[in-house]
């Protein structure tokens, strides 16, 4: 028997409540007054997601245009 292969096909189950769970839009309170904040929850590693601010803010675009 070979490691690579499995002694018998498994189907791969995604765990869709993970899933929600990592991906689900955080209540942040009633929509309202929309303030500018430099504070924003990162999902992206502290680094990359440095890299990928600074990357961005090579285009000069507003967030109204978009």
């Known amino acids: 028997k070979s490691f690579w292969i499995p ?4 189907r791969i189950e995604i765990n869709t409540i993970r899933l929600l769970e990592q991906f689900a839009v ?4 009633a ?11 990162i999902l992206l590693n502290p680094k ?4 990928f ?3 961005l803010k090579s285009f ?3 967030p109204e245009e978009l």
């Open 7 to 10: 002694e018998k096909p498994s």
């Open 26 to 29: 955080k209540d942040i309170g």
């Open 31 to 41: 929509l309202g007054v929309v303030e500018q904040s430099s504070s924003q929850h």
């Open 48 to 51: 990359i997601a440095h890299n």
């Open 53 to 55: 601010n600074i990357f």
């Open 60 to 62: 000069p675009v507003k």
